[in-house]
């Protein structure tokens, strides 16, 4: 599971966005990019993502949407070594006008939102500790780049989250930074997408963990609900566990649709509306499958007991 984007919960907007290593000094660049310093990177942590990649590769298929699993396989990541991002740049700049670019953690969420709305995707340059392969307070390279990288080869999220982030510019301005970040926790995150043949995984955050790789799909526990704007907005998420509920899109094409709306009005209209737990159902749902519950309510008696 992964616990980040931790910054984005309604109740805890610092002003810092997405990705990575705790609260690292503002490097000296103002766009808080950093060289990859990929010669620096010592055999421990190839082969920590050795190990998270061999892992991750055996799981997917079946459970990754063709989207990932073509995207994966035209760019230079393999098992061997943590990519370099200057390749991963040249083929992502080809095929959708992306970049990655290295920064050393968190980045202020308008210094995020810059990179996105000109196609960088910032992405944390270290690894995780062989301890911590299950469980990461803050996304890493191995996140960030096997999980987001393959989906920017495709067009459409590659449109959907360049618009995130001149939205993301927006939504802050408006004070609503809060709404817009659970339509990316939802989609770019925690997306599942109906294929022809079952039920896929295109959101990072789930690519990129074992764990919540099978929990997603194969666990009776969480709800999977039809992705509806308004809904979804109003929805809070975990940050700290797996999520309680999934939303499902019927194509990728649904987001550039939304990539394509003016969310102001949306704004307006839910200002006054509350908001959602992370597991409730409502009336209005369309419902993939609805959840036991099961290991939520676990885990709350636990902490009640
Ligand atoms: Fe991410």
């Known amino acids: 599971m992964l616990k980040h984007l931790k910054e984005h919960t309604s109740d805890n907007l610092k002003g810092k966005h997405g990705l990575a290593a705790g609260d690292a000094a503002q490097p000296e660049r103002p766009d808080w990019t950093i060289d990859q310093g990929w010669d620096k990177y010592t055999p421990a942590e190839h082969a920590v993502w050795k190990t998270l990649f061999e892992r991750q590769s055996k799981l997917l298929p079946g459970r990754a949407c063709d989207e990932f699993v073509d995207g994966m396989k035209n760019l230079p990541i393999g098992p061997g070594q943590i990519p370099n991002f200057e390749q991963l740049s040249d083929v992502l700049m080809k095929r959708t006008g992306w970049q990655v670019v290295a920064v050393p953690g968190l980045v202020p969420d308008e210094v995020f939102f810059e990179h996105l709305a000109h196609r960088r995707f910032p992405a944390g340059h270290f690894i995780r500790k062989p301890h911590e392969l299950d469980y990461l307070e803050e996304p890493d ?132 509306l509350p908001d959602f737990e992370p597991g409730t159902l409502l009336p209005s749902d369309t419902l993939v499958s609805r959840g036991t519950g099961r290991y939520h309510d676990a885990k709350r008696a636990v902490v009640h007991a």
């Open 141 to 272: 390279v191995f996140h960030d780049v096997f999980g987001h990288v393959p989906m920017l080869m495709n067009p459409a999220i590659a449109d959907y989250i360049q618009a995130y982030g001149e939205g993301g510019l927006r939504a802050q301005r408006l004070g609503v930074l809060d709404k817009l970040a659970r339509v990316y926790w939802y989609t770019v995150e925690f997306g599942l997408l109906k294929q022809k043949d079952g039920l896929r995984i295109y959101g990072a955050g789930i690519a990129s963990s074992y764990t919540e790789t099978v929990f997603s799909l194969d666990d009776p526990s969480p709800n999977r609900i039809d992705f509806e704007l308004e809904r979804v907005m109003r929805t809070n998420y975990r940050i700290d566990d797996f999520q309680e509920s999934y939303f499902v899109i019927d194509s990728l094409d649904r987001l550039l649709e939304l990539a394509k709306i003016d969310f102001a009005p949306i704004y307006d209209r839910i200002a006054n």
